[in-house]
């Protein structure tokens, strides 16, 4: 069974409504996983169960440097931990990057746009491994690299708030030192809720 939790906040503010030329962008997103899948002791040869947790914490930043197109900076932090009897893990990852997004309008209440983003970063990963009496340990570290390219759709439910669904894709490249590069290519669809804060001069410009 896997238990899924996803946070998603989104703040702006505006100079000239929400996408305005001028406005901030400032969300980010939150994650949070706990599962049991089965998995093989090889230590001992016998079937086990694995539980594992993990998490995400996703800040951005973006500036409207033109109606309708953001860009900014992004970051991350992840940690994965799993155990079963006689073996535990941990992993952990910091990333930075840059995204751009463009709205276009398709009614009062409905905005399509489209992402474009780029992080790198670090995986810090650690395992324990316990044999007879004897307790092993090791230690890995890769270089990794997020590139995304998504489009979307926001629904603005009031003037403070939005529903937005992206599909995006994913291609992700760890290499460790010397060793080829391991890619993986992910394609997904996230839903989020994100709220508005909107100035008293943008509303009154709105208005007018």
Known sequence: MKLTIVLIVAVYCNAFGQTGKGSWMIGGSASFQHWKSPAFNGTTGTAVTETSSSFSVSPNVGYFILRNWAVGLSTSFSGIKSEYTGSSGTSNSREL???TRYYFPVGKQFFLFSELSGRRGRIESNSTFTIGSSVLTS??????????????????????????????????????SRE????????????GLQFFIRSKKSIDQSNE
């Open 180 to 191: 080829p590069t391991d890619t993986q290519k992910v394609t997904a669809f996230n839903i």
């Open 139 to 176: 230690e890995t570290e890769w270089n990794i690299g997020r590139y995304k390219a998504g489009i979307g759709l926001a629904w603005f439910v009031s003037t403070n708030v939005a529903i937005e669904g992206i599909l995006s894709y994913t291609k992700e490249d760890r290499k460790i």
């Open 97 to 99: 990057g840059i995204f």
